[in-house]
Structures are given as C-alpha cells and as structure tokens.
C-alpha cells in the first residue's frame, strides 16, 4: 500500500513538472558559405528530449553579407530565395554592399509537422548574377512534453490542480485508516 501511493504521488508530480515546462532547441550553424547564381543546401538535425513533443513556435535567422540593396541595374534589389524541407519560407533582407542583414522567418504552424523527424532541409536560391556571403544559420524550437501546450498564464491552475491531487492523498489515507480499524 505505502509503496504505490509513493509511485503514485511520483507520477503525478512527474506530469505536472513535464506539463508545466517549455523546452527549447537552439541551435547556430557557422556557414561562412561564399554564393554566387547558385542554389545550395544545408541541413540542421536536432534532438527532442523526450521524444514526445508539441510544437508552439520555430524560427530560423540568416545572418548574412553582402544582399545588394536596389540600384539602377536591379531595381528590386537582390533577391535571395530559402526553402525549409521543400517549403517557402521568404527572401533574404537586404544590406546593401559588404554589410551584413539578419533575416528571421517565422514558420508557419503548417511547417511544425516537418520538424518532429529532427531534422530540417535548407536551400537558398540566389539572385542571378549576384553574389552573397551566408554566414550563420540559427534554428530555435519552443516545444512542449507530453502533448499539451502550457496555458499562457500557469501560474492559477496548477495550485488548484495540486489542491485536488492533496484532498485525493488524504482521502486514500482515511480509507487506509478505515480498513486497519
Ligand atoms: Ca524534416
Ligand atoms: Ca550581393
């Protein structure tokens, strides 16, 4: 009896501790990829720990030199196309000449499905007779354990759930103390 009421408040205090945590993967690669009218790809893998996860929000950020601002040649300026595992995720900021712009593409809720294999195919698509420096890729991940997403405001019902999980424990103890009587 006293051994599974121990296991018992062990797994309920396991699942309120994994319900309430958000984990994160952040993950920079150095690239310091010279491009020039080509397309090229990259591949960041990662780890979920554990292995059962919800997605709330991913992001990738491009550090990159050298995307051309618009002139009288490109009056659109370059323009440099990235792909996550075959899906559009947008173009490159410009920076003008031999400076360096910080692009982030936020995904899509579509996209999160891609991510759950750990790993994550990039391709970057450059402007025709253009040329650019990708420096760093850098792949953040919020995700969540046991397949529920936190409440934005935890902080009101896990008392409450830590109320009802002690009024069960006191309950089970007078039963004990019923049965020994
Ligand atoms: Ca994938
Ligand atoms: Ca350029």
Do not use: H
């Not at 979920?48 to 990159?64: H, K």
């Not at 792949?139 to 409440?151: A, K, Q």
Request: hydrophobic fraction near 40%; proline fraction near 4%; include cysteine.
């Amino acid at each position: 009896m006293k051994k599974s009421l121990i296991l018992c408040i062990t797994m309920v205090f396991l699942l309120l501790v994994s319900n309430a945590s958000a984990l994160e993967i952040d993950q920079t690669l150095t690239l310091n990829k010279d491009l020039y009218n080509t397309t090229w790809n990259w591949t960041q893998s990662f780890t979920f720990n554990p292995g059962l996860v919800t997605i709330n929000s991913a992001s990738l950020t491009i550090l990159a030199n050298d995307v051309n601002l618009p002139d009288t040649t490109f009056p659109l300026g370059e323009i440099d196309t990235i792909r996550g595992d075959g899906s559009l995720l947008g173009t490159l900021v410009q920076g003008g000449v031999l400076t360096d712009s910080t692009t982030v593409f936020n995904f899509n809720s579509l996209l999160f499905g891609s991510l759950l294999d750990g790993s994550m195919d990039f391709n970057i698509v450059t402007d025709v007779g253009r040329g650019l420096t990708l420096k760093t890729s850098r792949l953040l991940i919020d995700y969540s354990v046991g397949g529920e997403t936190p409440p934005p405001n935890n902080a009101v019902p896990e008392p409450m759930t830590l109320l009802l999980v002690g009024s069960g424990m006191l309950g089970l103890a007078g039963l004990k103390r019923k049965f020994r009587k």
